[in-house]
């Protein structure tokens, strides 16, 4: 009998925890579901999964200062997450900071150049 296709639910960026709040309680009964169904078929269906949205990932080895591990731990576990993938979402957010301070430097440059 062949395995039920199971879609992923991709959790978005929420710009508040109201508006996170909402999305959860909206889409409760579907997430439940899903995590029903793939723990039915063996495929378990965890935070950082939602949260990559099935995109693969690249392992990596980092030195990093004891004490800068020891603090992405302690506010990992704050927050319920363990702490790869407390730094996973640090490095993320700090890349799309950058890009996007970069696009309106970008912008900002093109905008000068048009003026003169």
Aim: net charge positive; hydrophobic share 40%; aromatic share 4%.
């Amino acid at each position: 009998m062949p395995k039920a296709k199971t879609q992923a639910a991709i959790i978005p960026k929420f710009r508040s925890e109201a508006e996170e709040a909402a999305w959860w309680d909206v889409h409760r009964s579907e997430i439940e579901a899903e995590i029903r169904r793939r723990m039915k078929h063996d495929k378990p269906l965890t935070l950082e999964n939602l949260l990559r949205g099935g995109k693969p990932s690249q392992p990596v080895t980092l030195r990093i200062l004891k004490e800068d591990l020891e603090k992405a731990r302690r506010l990992a576990a704050k927050k319920g997450l363990r702490y790869q993938t407390y730094i996973k979402m640090l490095l993320r957010e700090a890349l799309a900071k950058t890009e996007e301070e970069a696009l309106e430097a970008s912008r900002a440059a093109a905008g000068s150049r048009h003026q003169r």
